[in-house]
């Protein structure tokens, strides 16, 4: 059974930093990309970053130059990096993981979310 757990979410002032992680179960993660998505309250869910399985990086222009996305295959997770957080970047995160970096519907199998609150 393929399983996937955010985790590293919080409240989080503006300008400061999280580190979320997506441990991977049920799959070999060298073998599969990792998307990341997040939805805010009332919007599209929406991609924000991925790491293939040969470690290409993809960032939505949003998030570039403050989030940095990698991968552990020993520890078989994931991580996504934020920094210099804004409001702008409230909303649940997920991560998905699949053959390679597509859109969002197709995805095979997906994390539960994890909440990210930047506010003062």
């Known amino acids: 059974q393929v399983q996937l757990v955010e985790s590293g979410g919080g409240l989080v002032q503006p300008g400061g930093s999280l580190r979320l992680s997506c441990a991977v179960s049920?799959?070999?993660?060298?073998?599969?990309?990792i998307g990341w998505f997040r939805q805010a309250p009332g919007k599209e869910r929406e991609a924000v970053s991925c790491i293939s399985a040969s470690d290409g990086t993809w960032y939505e222009d949003p998030v570039k130059g403050r989030f940095t996305v990698s991968r552990d295959n020993v520890k078989n997770t994931a991580y996504l990096q934020m920094n210099n957080l804004n409001p702008e970047d409230t909303a649940v995160y997920y991560c998905a993981a699949d053959w390679g970096c597509f859109d969002a519907d197709e995805y095979d199998y997906w994390g539960q979310g994890t909440q990210v609150t930047v506010s003062s």
């Open positions: 049920g799959l070999q993660l060298e073998l599969y990309a």
